[in-house]
């Protein structure tokens, strides 16, 4: 990616998945193929990300992309994207407000400060996000979600989600420095002028025995009169080992308006999450 990214005709902006859509085709096919398990499962333990349930206290888990996660005791997770940590100093936590009546309520609430991250990518050439003619002044992130969790049935659950995120700092940043490429300029977007306020909606469920599915959409809402508007179409399928490791993969589809036009993109997404293991795993 060159360091000029603004002067780069569209036609080069974007970064194509050529066979993208055969991902989206498969997942369906693989998801219809299986019927869910009759029993309530155990898939809030194997797969509780995005969701109002925490994990339990004294455990832990973390993934290459998924936040880490620490059960702090049974009302309380604790969370931190620890890989960008060095770089992007960040915390965040997750309170239990409600687990009661097969319905359960949760808050996020994080903070990080992007400063150092955003002048790391200030440089020409491969690798260089953002032109070096670019500073950033100290900024901190606050984000604040509350989600509702319900079970679908025996073996699938329902999240609900709704939230805010907005940046204190003392200048805004050039709004020329913005990283224009899909699922890192919404989320960076209230960095430069307005709120983000986002909203999303997810399916979890059970294919067959240690293989769950979920699917999701979430929009993102940014305070001001133009680039303001994205919305996201995930699906992914998790396989769970005896122990604690999970692989999960699938698709990511996101429309938006960017500073260079609306524009459509698939990509593929892919994780691998570890950690200590649940009571009753084997």
């Not at 693989?30 to 990300?49: E, G, I």
């Not at 005791?73 to 960008?84: D, G, P």
Request: aromatic share 14%; hydrophobic share 40%; charged share 15%.
């Amino acid at each position: 990616m060159k360091a000029d990214y603004h002067k780069l005709p569209k036609s080069e902006r974007v970064i194509p998945v050529r066979g993208s859509w055969i991902i989206l085709v498969i997942f369906f096919l693989l998801v219809s193929s299986f019927r869910a398990n009759s029993q309530k499962n155990n898939l809030p333990d194997k797969w509780a990300d995005n969701t109002a349930f925490l994990i339990p206290a004294g455990k832990w888990e973390s993934g290459i992309f998924q936040s880490f996660r620490f059960g702090l005791n049974e009302k309380i997770e604790l969370r931190s994207n620890a890989l960008l940590m060095p770089v992007l100093p960040n915390a965040g936590v997750k309170f239990s407000l409600r687990s009661e009546k097969g319905l359960l309520l949760a808050s996020e609430h994080s903070i990080g400060c992007p400063t150092v991250f955003l002048n790391v990518l200030s440089f020409k050439g491969t690798g260089g996000l953002i032109s070096p003619q670019y500073s950033f002044p100290f900024i901190i992130t606050l984000s604040n979600s509350l989600l509702a969790t319900t079970w679908i049935g025996s073996s699938s659950l329902l999240t609900a989600d709704a939230g805010f995120a907005l940046a204190l700092r003392g200048n805004k940043p050039d709004y020329q420095s913005s990283i224009d490429i899909p699922f890192i300029y919404q989320r960076m977007a209230h960095y430069y002028e307005g709120v983000s306020v986002k909203a999303g909606i997810s399916f979890k469920g059970t294919i067959v025995k240690n293989l769950y599915f979920e699917e999701g959409t979430r929009v993102f809402l940014i305070t001001r009169n133009s680039d303001n508007i994205f919305i996201e179409n995930s699906g992914a399928v998790l396989w769970s080992s005896k122990g604690s490791l999970r692989i999960k993969g699938g698709y990511l589809l996101s429309w938006g308006k960017y500073p260079f036009g609306n524009h459509l993109q698939l990509w593929p997404a892919f994780d691998l999450i570890f950690g200590s293991r649940h009571k009753g795993e084997n």
